[in-house]
């Protein structure tokens, strides 16, 4: 897979609509060139010294124009379906406000506590709303296949679910001034368990970790993140 690993439910969403018409494309201009070339070799000067008018051929005209229609409204058709879906945030969102400004982001919940990073918990669907303080930015996590315009004076929104443990890139996708490249941001994808320890705890509760535990090997303590129990 030519993609960064998928890590929420849109990112194959994404991924089959990118593949199916880049797949068609190369179908379609593999025919094309196959023909032209045909053409070149069995038309040539050559072959036929003497010019001949060719008059139409609606049949064929009327079948190319038709066959090729009906291929590429299947591409649109198959990213309209994906782009309903995207569209349409379940009910269970957990609606989070993001703010983005010249040249950060900040993140607030529903219960009114505020990360200067985005925490959302495994398998759990989340919503953004998007806000701008300033000028025009883009809020974009490769990884989730998720991306909309953050516009001043408007909400824009996108949804998803996180599907993978771990951290994942926020980039601004719109030029918004000198800082535009270091507007970076993190999403954390922590145990449910974890997030609500922070989201429901006390107002100074810690962030949720975001480190994942690696699966220990038993037997070996080689890769044990934690230290001997006795200095010696
Ligand atoms: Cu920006």
Redesign the pocket.
């Known amino acids: 897979m030519p993609f960064s690993q998928p890590a929420s439910n849109l990112s194959v969403v994404s991924d089959n609509v990118f593949l199916y018409t880049l797949a068609l494309s190369a179908l379609v201009l593999l025919g094309i060139t196959t023909l032209l070339i045909y053409f070149v070799v069995r038309y040539s000067r050559r072959r036929h010294p003497q010019p001949v008018n060719v008059s139409e051929n609606t049949p064929l005209e009327v079948g190319w124009t038709v066959a090729t229609t009906v291929l590429f409204l299947t591409m649109f058709a198959y990213g309209w379906t994906g782009f309903e879906y995207m569209r349409q945030a379940p009910r269970d969102a957990m609606a989070i406000d993001v703010t983005?400004r010249?040249?950060s982001w900040s993140f607030k919940y529903p219960n009114g506590k505020a990360a200067p990073d985005l925490y959302v918990a495994l398998g759990r669907p989340v919503r953004v709303l998007l806000h701008s303080a300033d000028?025009i930015?883009?809020f974009y996590v490769p990884a989730f296949r998720v991306k909309s315009d953050v516009v001043p004076g408007r909400t824009n929104d996108a949804w998803f679910t996180p599907e993978r443990l771990g951290t994942f890139d926020i980039e601004?996708t719109?030029i918004?001034?000198p800082g535009?490249a270091h507007?970076l941001g993190k999403v954390y994808v922590v145990p449910e368990l974890s997030f609500k320890q922070w989201y429901f705890g006390p107002t100074d509760a810690p962030l949720p970790s975001p480190a994942t535990p690696p699966p220990s090997p038993s037997g070996t303590g080689a890769s044990s993140p934690s230290p001997p129990p006795h200095a010696s």
Do not use: D, L, T
């Open positions: 983005a010249q040249w000028v930015h883009g601004c719109v918004c001034g535009h507007m």
